[in-house]
């Protein structure tokens, strides 16, 4: 209903000017129903009762039985009338389909493909899977030319669509392509241009919806909820058939259903089921007053992608030495300039987490090789079927991730920020003895064996760890971002972490080789012993003292603003001459909904938002 009583399901036209525009038969998706001036949930509540569903004063056992169910229905009424049925079909098939099992198949798949039917090293592994997850360290770059670029008056649907042709048309070439391991580097651009459809589709739809849920602030975390429920179950649909087809031998094969998963997207888009409207013909074009309104942000934002396409480039052509070089150069050049972007304070912390991701070397070229390799390369070792290391690891993980938010929100809300980061740290450690008990063959000596020790270190602790310290950096960025500038400020730091990560593997590809890790047969792991205590003991345990170097001695229960104000080129950015292009007041809608937010002068322009967390254990933390 609308506030001047005018139904917006009925065929009565509201006197609301986005709504006759609509009518009028331009492509925005009709709006929601409106919260009627409601300021809280409870007069919502008494104004809409069939929105919701709580147990009466005496349930009895039925009610108790069929309360999930009643209370779901009603959860799905609130959100289709808020956010129309058209735009959750759009969420949907982004998140459940694209998101969801187009990237779990990615993630997933790249072990078993390279690895079993390339049949490349696992230092080459390490090299390939870096450039195929480079899009992640983009995101920023990708939301600012979206955001500055729109394509016949849209900021997003152009970009969507040519982000689902591309995909299609790299798991295509993958799925009926028999390439050879000489053509390993077109296998990595390949998944290259996977991941870019799916950082894309993730990135464009996260604004649209948190757009909306700034307008219907009263429906809290249901468009959230939507779309990291739908998530799930995409990534587990894709878990649960990684591990059985790699182990029958159908690698390639498996990328067949990737070819659907990555054009439906188009779909929805086709029907008109993402709500944009294109600009008005005087105001297309590239958006110079937006560019020079956040001029450092944006040469920020395109220095980082210029040296995430670098560090693809070094890592197809390069040697592992220059690989690690061209890691710490960018990787100080980037650090050294958010110092003129951020506030100092910020800039700090960010520094902090960067090294947090850095310091913990990824070496799944090595780790993974040793985990999945067979008797022949190791007689003696776990040997571990692509069912278990895929597909049964993901489940556990799932369940022990949320047993780490519970931890986090029932015992640390109220440490203080430097503890809430280092004592993961140690308990990252920890789990990484297991590794070495594993290479070692100490289990054994106790009589465990080693899939349960790899369930306990890796599925348990390491997991439960992980979202820990995820949490507590979500909390800090969100305590430190200036006002008005949380989106953005979000933006830059995913970007930076999941650079980070990529730091990590260029570490660890030059270490495997200078300790002559060798995964092709006759295999030598003599030194991954070694490897694992440099990577996963003593270079993260460096943390500990940054975390008291870099991060504010403040609770995480305090008032952290007042630390980043004053002036610097982010806020002067933010606060410019032209009040259409300043930030608007977004803030994070999900684990992670950040970025540069939109003009709010037509409410058609992009809001680039940076995608929620997903990792696997040796690989990569995509923020």
Same mark, same amino acid.
């Given at each position: 209903?609308?506030?001047?009583?005018?139904?917006?399901?009925?065929?009565?036209?509201?006197?609301?000017?986005?709504?006759?525009?609509?009518?009028?038969?331009?492509?925005?998706?009709?709006?929601?129903?409106?919260?009627?001036?409601?300021?809280?949930?409870?007069?919502?509540?008494?104004?809409?009762?069939?929105?919701?569903?709580?147990?009466?004063?005496?349930?009895?056992?039925?009610?108790?039985?069929?309360?999930?169910?009643?209370?779901?229905?009603?959860?799905h009424r609130r959100l289709i009338a808020h956010f129309t049925p058209r735009f959750v079909i759009m969420l949907a098939s982004a998140y459940m389909g694209v998101k969801g099992a187009l990237y779990g198949f990615l993630t997933a798949g790249l072990l078993p493909y390279f690895r079993s039917y390339l049949g490349v090293t696992g230092t080459t592994f390490q090299a390939y899977s870096t450039v195929a997850l480079v899009p992640?360290?983009?995101?920023?770059?990708?939301?600012?030319?979206?955001?500055?670029?729109?394509?016949?008056?849209?900021?997003?649907?152009?970009?969507?669509?040519?982000?689902?042709?591309?995909?299609?048309?790299?798991?295509?070439?993958?799925?009926?392509?028999?390439?050879?391991?000489?053509?390993?580097?077109?296998?990595?651009?390949?998944?290259?241009?996977?991941?870019?459809?799916?950082?894309?589709?993730?990135?464009?739809?996260?604004?649209?919806?948190?757009?909306?849920?700034?307008?219907?602030?009263?429906?809290?975390?249901?468009?959230?909820?939507?779309?990291?429920? =739908?998530?799930?179950?995409?990534?587990?649909?894709?878990?649960?058939?990684?591990?059985?087809?790699?182990?029958?031998?159908?690698?390639?094969?498996?990328?067949?259903?990737?070819?659907?998963?990555?054009?439906?997207?188009?779909?929805?888009?086709?029907?008109?089921?993402?709500?944009?409207?294109?600009?008005?013909?005087?105001?297309?074009?590239?958006?110079?007053?937006?560019?020079?309104?956040?001029?450092?942000?944006?040469?920020?934002?395109?220095?980082?992608?210029?040296?995430?396409?670098?560090?693809?480039?070094?890592?197809?052509?390069?040697?592992?030495?220059?690989?690690?070089?061209?890691?710490?150069?960018?990787?100080?050049?980037?650090?050294?300039?958010?110092?003129?972007?951020?506030?100092? =304070?910020?800039?700090?912390?960010?520094?902090?987490?960067?090294?947090?991701?850095?310091?913990?070397?990824?070496?799944?070229?090595?780790?993974?090789?040793?985990?999945?390799?067979?008797?022949?390369?190791?007689?003696?070792?776990?040997?571990?079927?692509?069912?278990?290391?895929?597909?049964?690891?993901?489940?556990?993980?799932?369940?022990?991730?949320?047993?780490?938010?519970?931890?986090?929100?029932?015992?640390?809300?109220?440490?203080?920020?430097?503890?809430?980061?280092?004592?993961?740290?140690?308990?990252?450690?920890?789990?990484?003895?297991?590794?070495?008990?594993?290479?070692?063959?100490?289990?054994?000596?106790?009589?465990?064996?080693?899939?349960?020790?790899?369930?306990?270190?890796?599925?348990?602790?390491?997991?439960?760890?992980?979202?820990?310290?995820?949490?507590?950096?979500?909390?800090?960025?969100?305590?430190?971002?200036?006002?008005?500038?949380?989106?953005?400020?979000?933006?830059?730091?995913?970007?930076?972490?999941?650079?980070?990560?990529?730091?990590?593997?260029?570490?660890?590809?030059?270490?495997?080789?200078?300790?002559?890790?060798?995964?092709?047969?006759?295999?030598?792991?003599?030194?991954?012993?070694?490897?694992?205590?440099?990577?996963?003991?003593?270079?993260?345990?460096?943390?500990?003292?940054?975390?008291?170097?870099?991060?504010?001695?403040?609770?995480?229960?305090?008032?952290?603003?007042?630390?980043?104000?004053?002036?610097?080129?982010?806020?002067?950015?933010?606060?410019?001459?032209?009040?259409?292009?300043?930030?608007?007041?977004?803030?994070?809608?999900?684990?992670?909904?950040?970025?540069?937010?939109?003009?709010?002068?037509?409410?058609?322009?992009?809001?680039?938002?940076?995608?929620?967390?997903?990792?696997?254990?040796?690989?990569?933390?995509?923020?």
């Amino acid at each position: 209903a609308h506030p001047e009583g005018r139904d917006f399901g009925s065929e009565h036209v509201p006197l609301n000017r986005k709504t006759q525009q609509t009518l009028a038969g331009n492509d925005e998706e009709r709006p929601g129903k409106s919260e009627d001036g409601c300021r809280t949930v409870d007069e919502l509540k008494k104004l809409h009762p069939e929105w919701y569903h709580e147990l009466p004063v005496a349930p009895s056992v039925g009610d108790y039985m069929v309360y999930p169910w009643l209370r779901y229905k009603a959860y799905h009424r609130r959100l289709i009338a808020h956010f129309t049925p058209r735009f959750v079909i759009m969420l949907a098939s982004a998140y459940m389909g694209v998101k969801g099992a187009l990237y779990g198949f990615l993630t997933a798949g790249l072990l078993p493909y390279f690895r079993s039917y390339l049949g490349v090293t696992g230092t080459t592994f390490q090299a390939y899977s870096t450039v195929a997850l480079v899009p992640w360290s983009m995101k920023a770059f990708i939301g600012l030319i979206s955001d500055s670029m729109p394509i016949f008056g849209y900021f997003k649907k152009p970009y969507l669509l040519f982000a689902s042709i591309f995909a299609t048309f790299a798991f295509a070439v993958i799925a009926f392509t028999s390439l050879t391991a000489d053509q390993a580097k077109i296998a990595a651009i390949l998944f290259f241009f996977g991941h870019l459809g799916v950082v894309v589709v993730d990135l464009l739809c996260e604004g649209k919806y948190a757009e909306l849920m700034i307008k219907y602030p009263l429906t809290g975390p249901d468009c959230v909820s939507w779309v990291w429920g =739908t998530y799930m179950v995409g990534k587990l649909i894709s878990s649960a058939a990684v591990g059985p087809m790699s182990d029958g031998g159908y690698v390639r094969e498996m990328f067949l259903i990737c070819i659907p998963l990555a054009a439906q997207v188009c779909i929805p888009l086709f029907m008109g089921y993402f709500p944009e409207t294109p600009l008005p013909a005087h105001r297309r074009g590239i958006q110079m007053e937006k560019i020079k309104a956040h001029g450092p942000v944006f040469m920020f934002a395109m220095l980082m992608g210029g040296c995430a396409l670098g560090m693809a480039l070094v890592n197809l052509f390069g040697s592992s030495l220059a690989v690690l070089l061209y890691a710490v150069c960018s990787s100080v050049v980037l650090c050294t300039a958010a110092f003129f972007v951020l506030p100092r =304070t910020l800039a700090k912390c960010n520094l902090n987490m960067f090294l947090a991701m850095a310091l913990y070397v990824q070496i799944d070229g090595a780790m993974e090789y040793f985990y999945t390799a067979d008797s022949e390369c190791i007689p003696d070792g776990p040997n571990f079927s692509y069912t278990f290391y895929t597909t049964y690891s993901s489940l556990l993980q799932a369940v022990f991730g949320w047993v780490g938010v519970v931890v986090f929100q029932t015992w640390m809300g109220d440490w203080s920020f430097r503890a809430i980061f280092w004592v993961p740290i140690l308990l990252r450690v920890c789990a990484s003895v297991f590794d070495i008990a594993i290479v070692n063959r100490w289990n054994h000596a106790i009589g465990l064996p080693d899939q349960a020790t790899y369930i306990i270190g890796v599925n348990i602790i390491y997991e439960v760890t992980y979202m820990l310290e995820f949490m507590a950096g979500v909390v800090l960025t969100s305590k430190l971002c200036p006002r008005e500038m949380e989106a953005t400020v979000y933006a830059l730091l995913a970007g930076f972490q999941n650079f980070g990560q990529n730091v990590s593997r260029s570490i660890g590809l030059y270490l495997m080789e200078a300790l002559s890790i060798k995964t092709d047969k006759p295999c030598n792991f003599e030194n991954l012993s070694l490897l694992l205590m440099i990577c996963h003991l003593w270079l993260p345990l460096l943390g500990v003292p940054l975390a008291y170097l870099l991060l504010p001695p403040q609770r995480l229960s305090e008032d952290l603003l007042s630390l980043t104000t004053g002036s610097t080129s982010l806020a002067k950015g933010a606060h410019g001459s032209d009040p259409d292009a300043t930030s608007g007041n977004y803030s994070p809608a999900s684990r992670a909904d950040l970025a540069l937010t939109r003009d709010e002068e037509n409410d058609d322009s992009s809001a680039p938002l940076i995608a929620g967390a997903d990792k696997n254990r040796y690989g990569s933390s995509d923020c």
